[in-house]
């Protein structure tokens, strides 16, 4: 199995060591420390484990203190007290030096995980609701301790090891106070990074359990994109296989051999299904072996050396390294050369295996991920935690969820605390798998959350009722849904960059509130919100609509120092205080702060398959100095001027002051459209240039206002043909120091008004009132509309408007 090692580097620098015959501190950083006991002296574990695979690093400020029967250890974060005994909560505790921390503290071996933020759990199977999400890193008190003692181990010879036996300890100390980037950075650095995804993952996954024939999956392919709903991943689950054939002697879960009743020719099928621009992934639930009428039976029993003339089954053996080589090697290579981009691994049969320690998920996750790698793939899976150290293993599957509000309104918070375990890749069950009932609200709104989550991947069970065709759906449903799973695929530029910084910088796409602002106890009281990416903040609709105003409401806090702009509607809100944000239902709280820029496919309705876009759209939000990088990736690029390999960048950047903004764009072909949010005219100092040279006279410029987004929108003139440079400049002036406008709420308020389902003499009341807003102060106005003595669902959505940007008050 050598040819599945990868790189770890376990063994810690011995300056960085303190140890006795029986215990062992390693200080990997001033903040973190590994603490270790053994019931046999001197046997300390130096392999790799599942979560730590790299401990060698530089060696940090520190010094010890022996007294003979205490040992101390100090770094100017932290005071390490030992008594050289059992570790115990009397004889080893930590200090925390307050002039470091917020908070001084004191963490005491054993001691209860209080205030931890949480990390993720192995599965959402059968959970209505919320459910325990374990102990991470990151914790309100300053300090986390993770417990790695009996995790599996990497052999250095490319396969697994259990723990040695006896009284063992292995645990980290992470000690950053309220710094929960920089723990984070550190449990990257000992645990390994996030390895970038393939483009294709990032766009829209077609997955349902249902018993497909081949021309009815690609009809409905074709349906999808004569619908022009642009799809990525074509998911085929565990019926591609034999399931209930008479042939098949168990429950028919497990299976390797194509079903030619349902897929006659799937060779055939996987080629359509490419040309389409679509990968394949295949569910394999493989506990219950290979039994002797599966196709590859005999050439698996060769290369085991199993007796087959009593067609006795091939037992599932994940502790065989002989086993794994043929089971990667032969049992799956032979379906990935007919129809298989990469592995659905549907594992569900618990923690255990026949040597002690070796969970088979951490074992079929790690093997499968190299094995995708080795065949010069970007390697990707598709499978469920297995516990630290599981990021290095992308995509989760979080497992099949119960279709109620109850699950939707824990998913948001679910996927954001996930991070806080390095775990940025969840995949779940968009609008729900089993139980529950039709209600197509719901589904839309988990459309919705899936377009800002890091995999949208529709998914049903069997049911006849269930499948997730947004042309199923009510017509209201049926739109929304299409639209936003065309913004997905409209949002891929914008997710593939921060696919690539997340596995360069440590830093995972959805990101809980309080990792950016850990002082504002605002910040924790608000888990369903989320930074997706570092420029948009969402606030996920987890509630049913009000009936009288057919509104859904959310509470979410806009964090200081900057305002921000709903992507949706142009709406400017002040920074730094709590909003309930009322939307429709085809409406959604996304929001850009000051300063942020963000790419778009500028194509309504993208090809299938996430290629590079034919032409951007780029969101601008002026009012504070912005940059952003924009990552394309050559393998997926299906332009004539493409650069022969790997990723390229563009970039672009905003200055506040001047109120320029400059692109450097790598090609001459692809129209670019800048859209400044919140902008309601230009200013008439006005330029734009390409390459030095003045386009203002032939640049197109729209001003949209209600109903549409409140922005400018500034198309580019096209570089000529005959300027074949790789690079190109845009530059685009709108005249020193611009501010984002004042927005008129007053059309908005109006439409909510005309769709309440309320009586006629109140609307009248509340619309004269908002009549004669700017001539009161914003307080009568508040005043006189409270005064009506409405419910909060009625005159929430217009407060929420009018309060919205203090400066239209003033």
């Known amino acids: 199995m050598d040819k599945y090692t990868f790189r770890t580097t376990p063994q810690a620098n011995a300056k960085a060591i303190v140890s006795g015959p029986n215990y062992r501190f390693t200080v990997l950083t001033d903040r973190l420390v590994r603490y270790e006991w053994v019931d046999e002296p001197g046997k300390f574990e130096d392999r790799a484990s599942t979560f730590a695979i790299h401990r060698d690093f530089p060696v940090p400020e520190f010094r010890v203190v022996d007294k003979g029967g205490d040992l101390e250890i100090i770094t100017p974060y932290l005071h390490l007290s030992y008594n050289k005994k059992r570790f115990s909560p009397d004889g080893l505790l930590v200090d925390f030096n307050s002039k470091f921390l917020k908070h001084g503290g004191q963490w005491r071996y054993g001691d209860a995980p209080e205030g931890n933020l949480g990390a993720t759990a192995r599965t959402l199977d059968m959970v209505d609701g919320r459910c325990d999400m374990g102990h991470g890193p990151l914790s309100r008190r300053g300090y986390a301790a993770l417990d790695d003692s009996n995790s599996m181990l990497f052999d250095g010879k490319g396969f697994v090891a259990g723990r040695l036996a006896g009284d063992r300890v292995d645990g980290y100390l992470f000690c950053y106070g309220q710094e929960y980037r920089a723990a984070m950075k550190a449990f990257y650095a000992l645990s390994g990074k996030q390895p970038e995804l393939p483009r294709y993952a990032l766009g829209n996954w077609w997955s349902r359990y249902h018993a497909y024939r081949q021309e009815e999956y690609l009809q409905l392919m074709d349906t999808f994109r004569a619908r022009d709903i642009p799809m990525s991943v074509a998911v085929i689950d565990m019926d591609w296989?034999?399931?209930?054939?008479?042939?098949?002697?168990?429950?028919?879960?497990?299976?390797?051999?194509?079903?030619?009743?349902?897929?006659?020719?799937?060779?055939?099928?996987?080629?359509?299904?490419?040309?389409?621009?679509?990968?394949?992934?295949?569910?394999d639930h493989p506990h219950q072996g290979i039994h002797s009428h599966e196709d590859p039976y005999e050439e698996m029993a060769r290369a085991l050396g199993h007796d087959t003339r009593d067609k006795t089954p091939i037992l599932f053996d994940p502790t065989s390294p002989k086993f794994m080589e043929?089971?990667?090697?032969?049992?799956?290579?032979?379906?990935?050369?007919?129809?298989?981009?990469?592995?659905?691994?549907?594992?569900?049969?618990?923690?255990?295996?026949?040597?002690?320690?070796?969970?088979?998920?951490?074992?079929?996750?790690?093997?499968?991920?190299?094995?995708?790698?080795?065949?010069?793939?970007?390697?990707?899976?598709?499978?469920?935690?297995?516990?630290?150290g599981s990021h290095r293993y992308p995509i989760g599957f979080s497992g099949d969820t119960v279709v109620t509000w109850a699950s939707l309104q824990f998913q948001p918070e679910f996927t954001a605390t996930a991070s806080n375990i390095g775990y940025g890749w969840w995949s779940h069950d968009i609008g729900g798998h089993l139980f529950g009932g039709r209600d197509d609200e719901l589904v839309t709104r988990w459309v919705q959350l899936g377009v800002f989550s890091p995999i949208m991947r529709l998914h049903s069970t069997q049911s006849h009722w269930m499948s997730k065709e947004p042309w199923l759906y009510r017509a209201e449903c049926e739109s929304v849904m299409s639209t936003f799973l065309r913004l997905r695929h409209r949002l891929v530029p914008f997710l593939y960059t921060r696919n690539i910084i997340c596995a360069r910088d440590d830093e995972p796409l959805v990101q809980p509130m309080y990792w950016h602002h850990p002082y504002r106890a605002e910040?924790?009281?608000?888990?369903?919100?989320?930074?997706?990416?570092?420029?948009?903040l969402v606030a996920p609709i987890v509630h049913p609509r009000n009936s009288k105003t057919s509104l859904a409401a959310v509470q979410a806090w806009l964090p200081p120092p900057h305002r921000h702009v709903d992507i949706f509607t142009g709406t400017v809100y002040d920074a730094d205080h709590t909003v309930t944000f009322y939307r429709p239902l085809d409406g959604y709280p996304v929001l850009a702060h000051e300063g942020s820029i963000i790419p778009l496919d500028a194509d309504a309705a993208p090809r299938n398959g996430c290629l590079n876009p034919n032409a951007f759209e780029v969101l601008v939000v002026v009012g504070q100095d912005g940059r952003a990088e924009i990552l394309e990736d050559a393998r997926d690029d299906a332009s004539p001027d493409a650069p022969a390999a790997g990723p390229h960048t563009q970039t672009i950047a905003y200055t506040q002051k001047e109120g320029i903004l400059t692109a450097h764009i790598t090609d001459h072909h692809r129209p670019w459209t800048f859209r400044f949010l919140a902008l309601t005219a230009l200013p008439d100092k006005f330029k734009l240039s390409i390459d030095g040279v003045d386009r203002t006279a032939d640049t197109s410029i729209r001003v949209d206002r209600y109903p549409q987004v409140a922005s400018v929108v500034v198309t580019c003139p096209a570089v000529g043909?005959?300027?074949?440079?790789?690079?190109?400049?845009?530059?685009?002036?709108?005249?020193?120091?611009?501010?984002?406008?004042?927005?008129?709420?007053?059309?908005?308020?109006?439409?909510?008004?005309?769709?309440?389902?309320?009586?006629?003499?109140a609307k009248d009341r509340i619309w004269e009132i908002v009549q004669s807003a700017k001539a009161n102060p914003i307080n009568v106005t508040v005043s006189r509309l409270m005064g009506l003595g409405h419910e909060e669902a009625i005159v929430g959505p217009i407060l929420e408007l009018l309060l919205a940007d203090s400066r239209s008050a003033a």
């Not at 298989?340 to 996750?365: A, H």
């Not at 910040?523 to 948009?536: C, I, K």
Request: glycine fraction near 6%; charged fraction near 20%; charge should be negative.
């Open 241 to 283: 296989h034999y399931v209930s054939d008479e042939r098949v002697p168990h429950s028919g879960w497990t299976g390797y051999t194509w079903d030619k009743n349902l897929f006659p020719d799937p060779v055939q099928f996987g080629r359509e299904l490419h040309d389409r621009n679509l990968k394949i992934t295949l569910n």
């Open 326 to 388: 043929a089971y990667l090697g032969i049992l799956h290579r032979n379906l990935e050369n007919i129809a298989c981009d990469f592995w659905w691994i549907d594992w569900q049969q618990g923690l255990y295996s026949k040597v002690p320690g070796m969970d088979p998920l951490w074992l079929l996750n790690h093997f499968h991920f190299l094995d995708h790698a080795r065949q010069g793939n970007i390697p990707i899976i598709f499978s469920r935690y297995a516990g630290p």
């Open 523 to 536: 910040a924790y009281t608000v888990p369903n919100q989320y930074y997706f990416g570092a420029d948009l």
């Open 721 to 761: 043909a005959e300027q074949k440079q790789v690079r190109h400049v845009i530059s685009i002036e709108l005249g020193p120091d611009p501010q984002l406008a004042i927005i008129d709420a007053t059309p908005r308020i109006e439409h909510l008004l005309m769709t309440y389902q309320i009586e006629y003499t």
